[in-house]
């Protein structure tokens, strides 16, 4: 549960800290990079507390975030692809602790 908290609160920070004349747009952004989730839709079992996103899901793989990175340097997709990384490297920060791995 704390790990899906840091989700909304991560970003939340960094808004704030960095982006707080367009807070609002800016933290809506980034929470609609929530939605990289949907690729645990086709995972079976959807959920597996022990399993590491990263490497595993479709969309958490390293050339996805290699790409979520290069967004992070475009302004038009700045907010998309900070919201993407930070979401990875929660995923990642996860797995280390679940599994002792940064990457399945």
Same mark, same amino acid.
């Given at each position: #549960?704390f790990h899906?908290?840091?989700?909304?609160?991560v970003p939340?920070?960094? =808004? *704030? $800290?960095?982006?707080?004349?367009?807070?609002?747009?800016?933290?809506?952004? #980034?929470? /609609? /990079?929530?939605? =990289?989730?949907?690729?645990?839709? %086709?995972?079976? &079992? %959807?959920?597996?507390? !022990?399993?590491?996103?990263? !490497?595993?899901? &479709?969309?958490? $793989?390293?050339?996805? %975030?290699?790409?979520?990175? =290069?967004?992070?340097?475009? &302004?038009k997709t700045?907010? *998309?692809? *900070? !919201?993407? #990384?930070?979401? #990875?490297? *929660?995923?990642?920060?996860?797995? $280390?602790? /679940?599994? !002792?791995?940064?990457?399945?």
């Open positions: #549960m899906i908290a840091l989700h909304f609160a939340a920070i960094i =808004v *704030l $800290q960095f982006f707080r004349q367009r807070w609002q747009m800016a933290y809506l952004l #980034m929470m /609609t /990079t929530i939605l =990289v989730d949907i690729d645990h839709l %086709i995972a079976d &079992p %959807i959920y597996d507390a !022990g399993r590491c996103s990263i !490497g595993f899901h &479709p969309l958490h $793989q390293p050339w996805f %975030i290699a790409l979520y990175l =290069v967004m992070c340097f475009v &302004p700045r907010l *998309l692809g *900070l !919201g993407l #990384m930070i979401h #990875m490297i *929660l995923d990642s920060i996860d797995c $280390q602790i /679940t599994n !002792g791995l940064w990457i399945n």
